[in-house]
Structures are given as C-alpha cells and as structure tokens.
Nanobody, 112 residues
Framework: QLQLVESGGGLVQPGESLKLSCTAS????????IAWFRQFPGQEREGIGC????????YYVDSVKGRFTISRDNAKNTMYLQMNSLKPEDTAVYYC?????WGQGTQVTVSN
C-alpha cells in the first residue's frame, strides 16, 4: 500500500514562492499518475493539477496555470508542487495524491 507523506507548507507573503514535497513509501511513485488538490475551509477538496504516469500529459486549473508546477523525482520517489507568485486566495490545505492514496495534507497560508 502506497503511503504518502507531505512536507513544506507554511506561511508566506503574497508574491513569494513555496515548494511542497510528497514522499512515497512501500510502492514506486513512477507507476502512478500524480496530482495535487487543495481544500478551502468549509469547501470540498478540489484538484489543481495532475501529471500522467508517463509524465507526457499535464493539466492545471486556470487559477494556478503559469504559477504552479507539478513534478516528480523518481530517484527520490517524491513528487513536488512548486508554487510561485502566491496570492492570499491560494491559502488552503494542500494534498498530494497518487492513485487512491492521499497525503496527510499541509497548510499553506499566504498573508501579510
């Protein structure tokens, strides 16, 4: 059973960058399509982007396109979410996903 552990959340100011990591254990992450989701308080979890298992296909929602980048390092069995030009409306709990498996979530707060 794939296990995902996230790290890298925190408090940043508008316009700054943050990189989230999600390390997999007990299975090979490269075998999975990967995705990142976020959840605003009181709302459903929503997908923000994904990459196919062969890394040929990527998708981002319009609200993060051009600012966020999903990637993976197969040697480290880790996936990443690079977030640039962060806005207060990006404040949420962020979750990594691979197949049916989820990370524990990490809080990202963008505020002065």
């Amino acid at each position: 059973q794939l296990q995902l552990v996230e790290s890298g959340g925190g408090l940043v100011q508008p316009g700054e960058s943050l990189k989230l990591s999600c390390t997999a254990s007990y299975a090979t992450l490269s075998n999975y399509p990967i995705a990142w989701f976020r959840q605003f308080p009181g709302q459903e979890r929503e997908g923000i982007g994904c990459i196919s298992s062969n890394d040929r296909f990527t998708y981002y929602v319009d609200s993060v396109k051009g600012r966020f980048t999903i990637s993976r390092d197969n040697a480290k069995n880790t996936m990443y979410l690079q977030m640039n030009s962060l806005k207060p409306e990006d404040t949420a709990v962020y979750y990594c996903n691979a197949g049916l498996n989820w990370g524990q979530g990490t809080q990202v707060t963008v505020s002065n």
